[in-house]
């Protein structure tokens, strides 16, 4: 049995008032989804700065454990050539091994310095880490707050919700794939979430531009969907008169 336009129209007036109602209650919860979205985006982003930071920490405490090794290396040759040094049987094996001190000599030096400069990063990070944290930790707060006030809206509001979007996907369905995407594209469209008006005093419920007598004559007649010339908003029926 083919379905009357008539039928079609009253079927899409039936889903606009439930999404009219759907888009009543996400009003009440004003931006504080949106906010408390943010919020958690921000807190990932700080956690990730974080254990990225910690990263590089592991990398330098690696580094100096490294170098820390280097020169324990270099303090053992220093013992060996120092017994040495003890038995030379001449000068030039004493210079020789007094060369090879010196060398290990330096290459303490340039661990320590390396460690110094490694620790020194360390110690900068920590700092970052510290205010990263007491930023993440003040907006884990606000959060907090944000969540309760948003959980206490959406319990109100909660069975309402569910009953009306079950609601909604039936009557949904009740409405051909096509019809249904060109309302839910008029829809996303509009700010006040309006797709099927009626038209009111002579104007289009949705625009208020003034619709001919003509046009109103034919939306009446309901032989096909008529759209508002203006916003294209579906004008469904004439109100009154
Ligand atoms: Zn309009």
Known sequence: MEITVAQKLDALLKLQSIDSQLDEIKKLRGDLPEEVRDLEDEI????????????????????????????????????????????VRNNREYDAISK?????????????KRIREAEFKVRNKQTEIADTEGAMNARKKDLEVKQKELNVLVAESQEDEKQLVGQRDKQAGQVEERLLNAYNRIRDNSLNGLAVVMVKRGACGGCFNVVPPQRQADIKEKKKIIVCEHCGRILADVEGK
């Open 100 to 112: 090879e001190l010196e060398l290990q000599e330096l290459e303490i030096q340039l661990a320590e």
């Open 44 to 87: 990932v982003g700080f956690e990730t700065r974080i254990s990225k930071f910690n990263k590089e920490i592991d990398a330098l405490d690696t580094e100096v454990n490294a170098y820390k090794a280097t020169k324990k290396d270099s303090e053992k040759l220093i013992q060996k050539y120092k017994d040495q040094q003890m038995n």
